[in-house]
Nanobody, 120 residues
Framework: VQLQASGGGLVQAGGSLRLSCAASGRRFSTYNMGWFRQAPGKEREFVAAISWIGGRTYYVDSVKGRFTISRDNAKNTVYLQMNSLKPEDTAVYYC??????????????WGQGTLVTVSS
């Protein structure tokens, strides 16, 4: 599976962005999908995940109520809708495919990352 993340950019605090992750490969629908982020000088951390049939979602506490993960298996794409963005959300965001759901070690495939910058 190859993953291509997009949708990052510069946004003011309180604004919104939607990240997309397009996957190649026939087995996309069988993988759990996750989003992670890595801020400068920090470890890569889990943000959100969605089960392979889309029925179960997981979020880190700091984004609950603000971020929404979804997937469209027909389009081989997973999304991360980010609302009410805060400066502390600034990071490179990575999508990943695997068994997950919340552990970095649970993912086998990673995208290249897309930069999200939230200005105060």
């Amino acid at each position: 599976v190859q993953l291509q993340a997009s949708g990052g950019g510069l946004v003011q605090a309180g604004g919104s962005l939607r990240l997309s992750c397009a996957a190649s490969g026939r087995r996309f629908s069988t993988y759990n999908m996750g989003w992670f982020r890595q801020a400068p000088g920090k470890e890569r951390e889990f943000v959100a995940a969605i089960s392979w049939i889309g029925g179960r979602t997981y979020y880190v506490d700091s984004v609950k109520g603000r971020f929404t993960i979804s997937r469209d298996n027909a389009k081989n794409t997973v999304y991360l809708q980010m609302n009410s963005l805060k400066p502390e959300d600034t990071a490179v965001y990575y999508c990943a495919a695997g068994s997950g759901p919340t552990r970095r070690e649970g993912y086998d495939y990673w995208g290249q990352g897309t930069l999200v910058t939230v200005s105060s």
